[in-house]
């Protein structure tokens, strides 16, 4: 593939990725504040939710990791898969942690002391690079298409850590706060 096509690739991609990496939090915040019940639906909590999207949350980081084994053995068609992989289950994450929060009330942390604080570090950090998570991954992903390898190894060098520290702080911030969790 030339170089202009390449560039064509990663420019055509571009635009949308912007317009994905400020939607994404936006909406999800907008929606997290939403509750179907003050609009009058009637519908139970979807309390089941919560170990389902953290089990997801390691699963993430389970495929990426077999993701970077995998590469780094050549096996870059399964690289690839498990790649996709991943973006769908972050998909469904999302989709199913903005469920859940539009039916539930948020849940109170009840740990004290120290606890609580390294509760929280872990909560904002997570929630912090996970939305800073969106460009990398869709531009590391456009580079892979566009077949850039070398700017995408480069990129997924620093997208790598980040995803996974998200995946893994998801399934942590879960097990900390699930004992308070509203049954």
């Not at 942690?97 to 509760?119: L, N, Q, R």
């Not at 929280?120 to 950090?125: A, K, P, S």
């Not at 939305?131 to 997208?159: E, G, N």
Request: glycine fraction near 4%; charged fraction near 15%.
């Amino acid at each position: 593939m030339e170089n202009t096509a390449k560039n064509n690739i990663e420019t055509k991609y571009n635009k949308w990725i912007v317009v994905v990496s400020i939607a994404i939090p936006l909406v999800v915040a907008i929606l997290f504040g939403v509750k179907l019940k003050d609009f009058g639906y009637n519908v139970e909590p979807l309390s089941f939710l919560p170990p389902i999207y953290a089990s997801i949350n390691g699963l993430t980081a389970v495929v990426l990791f077999t993701a970077v084994w995998a590469v780094k053995n050549g096996k870059r068609k399964l690289h690839e898969n498990l790649m996709k992989f991943a973006i769908g289950l972050s998909i469904a994450f999302l989709a199913m942690y903005v469920a859940y929060h539009m039916t539930a009330d948020s849940t109170k942390f009840g740990g004290e002391g120290a606890i609580k604080y390294v509760y929280f570090f872990i909560l904002i950090t997570h929630i912090l690079l996970s939305i800073i998570i969106i460009p990398f991954v869709l531009v590391t992903y456009v580079r892979a298409l566009a077949q850039r390898f070398d700017k995408h190894k480069k990129l997924a060098r620093i997208t790598y850590p980040i995803w996974m520290y998200v995946a893994v702080t998801g399934v942590i911030v879960y097990l900390m706060i699930s004992p308070y969790y509203s049954h």
